[in-house]
């Protein structure tokens, strides 16, 4: 799982028919390498891609121009892993070297090296994941030692140890919009939240066989597991309910896995082909075969969904899409979306770039604004029809909220900001089936009794850099479909998060939002 721009959000937003004119998919191109490709990954905007070889090189191409734009030398054993930072300027690579290395693709250097933090005597033999956390800074990585360290790569900061297991740990996946962590340890995930600690889920998967790959959904509401025998698992990651399993490839090579925005799943496949499922039901969407001559074990789909790599054992493939999107999604992209400067660039590769200053004012009254609705549809019956105005927030003994008006209020989603002003976008991602909420914030109604539709409403408002920012979702009924549950995306003119908050007529689902800098952060 990997950071969400706008566009991906637009994407998932729109209707199950769109992956429909988009699914077809044609190679552009073929890279052939004398050693092993064993891992591979675009970088967040999709323009480049990077693959790693089992001599420890990494190369980087330009996914236009098919040039080779950076090589880096450096590990001496395979990589197993590369996961990108949100501004595609830095990379962590995890390598069967017992070394974890983040790379600088503009000053074209190595910037952090774990070996020279972890004595020799202690380094596991092999690193199997390593990832920037939502802030950006830290990195969480671990291995055949059964170790979860941290340290912030960007500013400078001592090694922490964050988790022990005492086994390994063969395989990961991050969730950014909940900021969690997938560990594979022989037959069990493990669901870990990383803004608490705490262990959340531990399911035993892949009925007795051993799981090969793990992904969380772009929503994160669900992770789905390739077994060594072949079979693909889908899980709901709150019930740990199984949702499906299906066979999606023979007894052989492993092969990874990868989510489309919209929800589909590409998988590599030992008949010499990639193959994009419907994992809800297991139905095929496209063979990508004729291609390759040896087993695919390798694959990664861009952030936007519109360019996939497949790798045999020397060869890497770049696929991309026939039909570009709807012109409806390229205007919309254009309307919702701003230019946002570039992160500021270190004058050498150890020193931090400057934060930003964030300036404290007043929380101010929101200001809505949304394009203009199609023909309104008849007004759902709405069921709490009290005066929003009496609700008071109050909280516990821990000074987290505890209820509004009479509902019970839910902690636990954070979501870190880089400034105090802040946009929203609001909206029903599936299908439009009724639900009515209101959000509260700060002790004002950013928006009161709004019917979600799949057209996006977007709020602006201000955080107060000196106090809590909760956001709470009020359901003033369930809609047809149980609970009332609206997509949130949030835009602070550096990136953009997406989150979901689901509430019923019992309990509304919070968030807080903490400004990076301050010490909530």
């Known amino acids: 799982m990997r950071y969400l721009p706008l ?9 199950a028919d769109l992956f429909g004119q988009l699914k077809n998919f044609t190679t552009r191109k073929s890279f052939s390498h004398a050693d092993k490709v064993t891992a591979l990954t675009f970088t967040p905007n999709g323009k ?12 980087v191409r330009d996914a236009q121009s098919k040039k080779l734009t950076h090589t880096f030398r450096g590990h001496t054993d395979d990589v197993r892993q590369i996961s990108f ?56 990585y671990g291995g055949s030692d059964g170790k979860i360290y941290t340290v912030n790569v960007i500013e400078g ?36 939240d990383l803004n608490t600690g705490m262990e959340l889920r531990k399911i035993l ?35 740990t309910a199984k949702l499906n399993e299906f066979e999606a490839t023979q007894r052989g090579p492993s092969t990874e896995i990868d989510f489309f925005p919209m929800g589909e799943l590409l998988t590599g496949h030992v008949m010499t082909k990639a193959i994009i499922y419907r994992p809800s039901t297991g139905q095929v969407m496209q063979n990508l075969s004729g291609e390759h001559t040896t087993p695919v074990t390798k694959v990664d789909v861009s952030l936007d969904g519109t360019q996939l790599l497949t790798a045999d054992e020397d060869q890497v493939k770049l696929w991309t899409m026939d039909i570009p999107p709807p012109a409806e999604i390229i205007e919309e992209k254009k309307e919702e979306t701003a230019e946002t400067p570039a992160p500021p660039v270190p004058p050498t590769p150890h020193t931090p770039p400057t934060p930003p200053v964030v300036k404290k004012k007043k929380p101010q009254q929101a200001e809505l604004e949304s394009a203009p609705e199609p023909a309104p549809k008849p007004e759902p ?41 802040i946009e929203i976008f609001v ?4 299908y439009e089936d009724g ?71 019992d309990n509304s689902d919070a968030v807080k939002f903490s400004i990076a800098g301050t010490k909530e952060d």
């Open 7 to 15: 566009f991906i959000l637009l994407l998932i937003s729109g209707s």
């Open 48 to 59: 480049k891609f990077v693959t790693a070889h089992e001599n420890g090189l990494v190369l």
């Open 85 to 140: 930072h949100p501004n595609n300027r830095y990379f962590a690579t995890a390598s069967d070297d017992g070394s974890v290395k983040v790379w600088d693709l503009v000053q074209d250097t190595l910037i952090f090296d774990s070996h020279t933090i972890l004595p020799s005597a202690v380094r596991p033999e092999y690193f199997s994941f390593a990832f920037f956390d939502t802030g950006g800074k830290q990195i969480y």
């Open 157 to 192: 900061g001592a090694l922490e140890i964050y988790k022990d297991y005492g086994r390994n740990i063969f395989d990961a996946d991050i969730d950014y919009i909940h900021n969690r962590l997938a560990l594979v340890e022989g037959r069990f995930l493990r669901i870990i």
């Open 205 to 239: 998967s892949c009925n007795g066989h051993f799981v090969q790959d793990v992904k969380f959904n772009y929503t994160g509401a669900n992770v789905a597991t390739i077994c060594r025998d072949g079979q693909l698992q889908l899980w709901d990651v709150d019930t």
């Open 381 to 421: 019956e709405i069921v709490d029809p009290r005066n929003l105005e009496g609700f008071k927030l109050t909280y516990n003994t821990r000074n987290l909220p505890d209820s509004l008006g009479d509902r019970s209020v839910k902690t636990g989603k954070k979501v870190v900001v880089n400034a105090d002003d």
């Open 427 to 430: 909206w029903d991602s599936e």
């Open 435 to 505: 639900d009515t909420i209101s959000l509260f914030l700060n002790g004002e109604w950013l928006l009161k009794e709004y019917a979600l539709r799949n057209k996006k409403k977007k709020i602006r408002f201000s955080l107060d850099p000196n106090g809590d920012n909760y956001l709470i979702l009020h359901a003033h009924n369930e809609g047809e479909r149980p609970p009332n549950t609206a997509a949130v995306s949030i835009n602070d003119g550096r990136r953009t998060k997406r989150i979901s908050l689901s509430s019923d007529l």
